[in-house]
């Protein structure tokens, strides 16, 4: 797929001389759920303000639709819907006029029909009078995304978006995310909820200390995933590993009171009824079995904690 955003090798240093992003590269494809993960302070946000415009590189480039977010500023951030981490919106204002003047203000003629059907699908609809100060913390995040909608952007950038959102929620915002990649838009998200990256993104992308540790499609990123672990407690310690059980892949651990064996959930070769079989034959009392599969969570601990070794 051809990407829609380039970014090129970009360094940002705030005025401390704070490095916040060095030489980071990353390409977003057309059509594409991303999600980007990192601790906080990661850079997750400068890089998000630097693609669209509101913070200024240090070095590098970055290309929206073929396009120098610095030299064609205003064409290509028409391209972009930037839904920001803080809950910035003007409280005397209504959720109608706020959608619409957003509108207004990227130059689109007005369609009250277009900015009805946003305010329905986020369930704002009946919300539409009141002024923002009365709406609740989710409600406004809501209007934030209608806001960041009402001028129709190829690209949605969310920051994120479930921060302090209840399940339900959650829940419709993930169906909303998912309508707007059937209807062709490029969604950009930082999370820090992994089960979100899990459950939306086509790529995810882990950032720590402004850099990438990784891009990767999920469906690559589930494959590690899919690592198990079965681990047998037996009755009485074995000296060492019996030859009915040498050639299987297992260890044994626990001066000699558990063994352990690594398997792939996707592959049904797994040896696990040999190895209950072979235990039987060398007549060893079984305590207790029981398995773990690591997830998207531990990889991620795992990345951003081997870069801070
Ligand atoms: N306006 C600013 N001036 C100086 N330093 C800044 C500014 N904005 C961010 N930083 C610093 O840049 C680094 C990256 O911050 P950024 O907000 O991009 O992180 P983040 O990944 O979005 O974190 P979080 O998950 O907490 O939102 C941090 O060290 C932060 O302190
Ligand atoms: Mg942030």
């Known amino acids: 797929m051809s990407s829609i955003i380039e970014v090129r090798n970009i360094t940002k240093k705030y005025a401390d001389e704070k490095v916040a992003l060095a030489d980071l590269s990353v390409d977003i494809s057309s059509g594409e759920i991303i999600a980007l993960l990192g601790p906080n302070g990661a850079g997750k946000t400068t890089l998000i303000s630097i693609i669209c415009g509101l913070t200024t ?3 590098g480039n970055v290309f929206v639709d073929g396009l120098d977010i610095e030299a064609d500023y205003r064409e290509a951030r028409s391209l972009i819907g930037l839904v920001p981490q803080e809950l910035v919106l003007e409280p005397f204002e209504t959720v109608m006029g706020t959608v619409t003047l957003s509108r207004g203000l990227f130059g689109r003629s007005p369609n ?8 329905e699908n986020l369930s704002l609809w009946d919300k539409r009078a009141s002024p923002i100060r009365e709406l609740s913390g989710g409600m406004k995040r809501r209007v934030l995304i209608a806001k960041a909608l009402s001028h129709e952007p190829k690209i949605l950038f969310l920051d994120e978006p479930t921060a302090g959102v209840d399940v339900d ?11 707007l990649k059937a209807s062709g838009v490029t969604v950009v998200l930082t999370t820090h909820y992994i089960e979100e990256a899990e459950e939306i993104a086509d790529r995810i992308a882990v950032i720590d200390k402004g850099r990438i540790l990784l891009v990767e499609d999920k469906s690559v990123l589930m494959e590690r995933l899919g690592k198990k672990q079965l681990s047998i407690d037996l009755d009485k310690p074995l ?7 040498m050639d299987l892949g297992i260890t044994l651990e626990n001066d000699g009171k558990k063994l352990i064996y690594n398997y792939n ?16 034959s060398e007549q060893v009392q079984i305590n207790d079995v029981h398995t773990e599969q690591s997830s998207l969570e531990d990889i991620f601990i795992e990345l951003v904690t081997e870069g801070q070794a």
Do not use: H
């Not at 009250?112 to 305010?119: A, M, N, R, T, V």
């Not at 929620?169 to 309508?179: E, H, P, S, T």
């Open 169 to 179: 929620l959650r829940r419709d915002m993930w169906r909303l995310i998912k309508n």
């Open 112 to 119: 009250p029909e277009l900015i009805k059907s946003i305010l």
């Open 265 to 280: 959930v996707d592959l049904s070769d797994s040896k696990i009824s040999e190895i209950l079989l072979a235990i039987r």
């Open 239 to 245: 000296s060492g590993l019996p030859t009915t059980l």
């Open 57 to 59: 590189l240090t070095a």
